[in-house]
């Protein structure tokens, strides 16, 4: 009788597993690819919601097919303290667990900030935040204890850098797989390394509406924060109506940590200045949502560079014709079609409105942008990520 083959051991590291966020998007897909084939140990910061997570993304994550590793009391309850959203802390003492039990694993997987294992792993990274501290770490890579503990006294050493044990020599030897080439143009600039790009999933359920049946309607998706410029969005729909299109907008989008209800009133007063023509829609579901944006024929995208970009890719996988922002990474997305990538609004509103007078080009970008949003689809990242990390893994153990 031939025995099961047992599992080789993964640890995948994750600070938040939510249901509200392109990040957790990425790790939940991540997840789904690599319990196929390993035994996963997610460690955590806090309870990963598996059932919101398995409804926003369309993943099927079960509690039952991981072990799941909490930071113990009271680090997760410190990490919670700290008011700041970007704050290192809660990724410090990840590291921190991650390095005392590495050697209890095979491989270890990270889609967070860049991360620090105790030893070379994979890490997914969607911009590396950790830019701003690389001048620090790069000075701080020789110190011994004593001269760390004294450089915390007169402010060279960070404390979140003594609970991580952070070294900047082992987070550029790990494998950097990140979502764009604008990204990995950055991470090559800054670490010195080639990271692999590999695109996020976009998971989109919604249904393939016809053109005709479909709002001559334009949909802004994401967080409601200055960032992504819902207000400038308003703005230059308002001019292509004054030029003649009777075209109207819809807004989805939540609250951003940041920003806060302070610009959610402030963009609530501006619509009321529309008419009607313009409304915001906050908490909806996953169905309601891909119903809006399977609704409208257009996308809008104001973030001027994204590193990705999932919300693009969502619309353009919708059937949306999406308008972006000419840099980041999201100019990936649209690709190389000239007309639907501006620079300033004066030439965002000059592309819309020629579009909108030309149906020809209308049918051809349909069908260029369907085959290209191919590239998005879930089936692509599964494979990819369970490749790169199969790889990786075997390389690693024949050194």
Not at 36 to 55: I, M, S
Not at 80 to 85: F, M, Q, T, V
Request: charged share 25%; with cysteine.
């Amino acid at each position: 009788m031939r025995l099961p083959e047992v599992k080789r051991k993964l640890l995948f590291v994750e600070v938040k597993l939510s249901p509200y966020s392109g990040g957790s998007c990425v790790s939940a897909w991540a997840l789904q690819a690599l319990a196929e084939q390993w035994e996963v140990t997610l460690l955590t910061a806090t309870r990963p919601d598996f059932e919101g997570v398995n409804r926003h993304f369309g993943t099927q994550l079960r509690e039952a097919d991981f072990t799941v590793w909490q930071l113990p009391f009271p680090l997760g309850h410190l990490g919670k303290l700290d008011p700041d959203p970007f704050s290192v802390q809660p990724l410090a003492f990840l590291m921190r667990q991650c390095q005392r039990r590495v050697h209890e694993f095979d491989v270890c997987v990270s889609c967070v900030d860049e991360f620090d294992f105790g030893r070379p792993g994979v890490q997914y990274i969607h911009y590396p935040h950790m830019t701003r501290h690389a001048e620090s770490l790069r000075a701080a890579e020789n110190l011994s204890f004593s001269q760390k503990i004294r450089g915390l006294f007169n402010g060279s050493y960070r404390p979140w850098m003594l609970i991580s044990g952070i070294s900047l020599s082992r987070v550029r030897s790990n494998l950097m797989v990140t979502n764009s080439n604008w990204t990995a143009d950055v991470l090559r600039r800054v670490y010195e390394v080639n990271p692999v790009v590999l695109y996020p999933p976009v998971y989109w359920g919604g249904t393939d509406k016809s053109w005709p049946l479909r709002r001559n309607a334009f949909i802004v998706l994401g967080r409601l924060s200055p960032e992504k410029r819902q207000l400038d969005l308003i703005e230059i729909i308002e001019r292509v109506r004054a030029r003649g299109f009777a075209v109207s907008l819809d807004i989805i989008g939540d609250e951003d940590v940041i920003a806060g209800k302070e610009y959610i009133n402030k963009i609530k007063d501006r619509l009321k200045l529309t008419d009607g023509w313009a409304r915001l829609h906050q908490s909806v579901t996953r169905a309601r949502l891909e119903e809006l944006v399977s609704d409208c024929r257009y996308g809008l995208h104001g973030f001027q560079h994204e590193h990705f970009g999932i919300a693009v890719a969502e619309m353009v996988r919708a059937g949306c014709i999406v308008f972006v922002p000419d840099g980041g990474g999201q100019t990936e997305i649209v690709g190389d079609k000239p007309g639907l990538r501006y620079r300033s609004d004066d030439e965002a509103v000059d592309k819309i409105c020629r579009l909108l007078d030309d149906e020809a080009e209308q049918a051809r970008l349909r069908q260029v942008l369907k085959a290209d949003a191919m590239q998005f689809e879930e089936s692509y990242f599964l494979k990819g990520m369970q490749d790169l990390v199969a790889d990786f893994a075997a390389g690693n153990n024949q050194e």
